[in-house]
């Protein structure tokens, strides 16, 4: 089985109804599909090629490549995930889960990273930021790497009452692991866009 991973450019009616049909006519089985208007992730089985050509063609979506490795989604209901942080929160400190936050998202993402890797820098980091947001973790907005740093741009982030912690260690942990390099890395927030840069330690 795979994971095909698409980006939604534009959502609209009926545009997981020419994704089916799509695959449908190419004899592919859906396994499970994951996501939300911005992402999509579905479990397929053969034809991965005919079904990436096919649906390069429907309108207002992007297919950003295939995960051929076996992914078993976990699913936790956010609100009652941030209850049981807020919860540990007020026993341990606000501290001391943050920094447990981070380091766990940041591990996290070495982990899918070196197990499983999408080739280039950029493609790795774009699919497992696209598969975040398939998972409802954050929106991804846009993603600008050049030499000097790595620029990326994403909204709701799921722990957001928690200072982000655990987004946060995430996307520091795909930047150092993708490019094989330690960056230092800040985000910001305007209105309600965050903007995470990340720059190799030499450039500090």
Do not use: C
């Not at 089985?1 to 859906?30: C, F, Y």
């Not at 076996?70 to 400190?93: E, H, M, N, Y």
């Not at 795909?174 to 960056?183: D, E, K, P």
């Amino acid at each position: 089985m795979h994971w095909l991973l698409i980006r939604v450019i534009k959502d609209r009616p009926g545009i997981l109804n020419e994704i089916t049909a799509s695959l449908l006519k190419q004899g592919v089985n859906i396994g499970n599909v994951i996501g939300n208007s911005y992402a999509l992730m579905l479990n397929i089985e053969d034809h991965v090629s005919e079904a990436i050509y096919d649906l390069g063609i429907i309108k207002d979506i992007e297919p950003l490549g295939v995960i051929n490795q076996p992914i078993t989604p976990l699913a936790f209901s956010q609100r009652q995930l941030l209850t049981a942080f807020k919860a540990v929160l007020q026993q341990v400190g606000a501290q001391e889960v943050e920094r447990t936050l981070y380091r766990l998202g940041y591990e996290y993402a070495r982990a899918i990273v070196t197990e499983i890797p999408m080739g280039d820098p950029i493609t790795t980091i774009r699919t497992y930021l696209y598969t975040a947001t398939a998972y409802n973790r954050l929106i991804i907005k846009s993603i600008e790497m050049t030499r000097n740093e790595v620029k990326i741009e994403f909204a709701n982030p799921f722990d957001e009452e928690l200072n982000t912690a655990f987004t946060e260690g995430y996307i520091h942990g795909l930047v150092n692991t993708a490019l094989s390099r330690l960056h230092t890395i800040t985000i910001s927030k305007h209105n309600n866009t965050y903007i995470a840069i990340a720059k190799p330690l030499q450039y500090i």
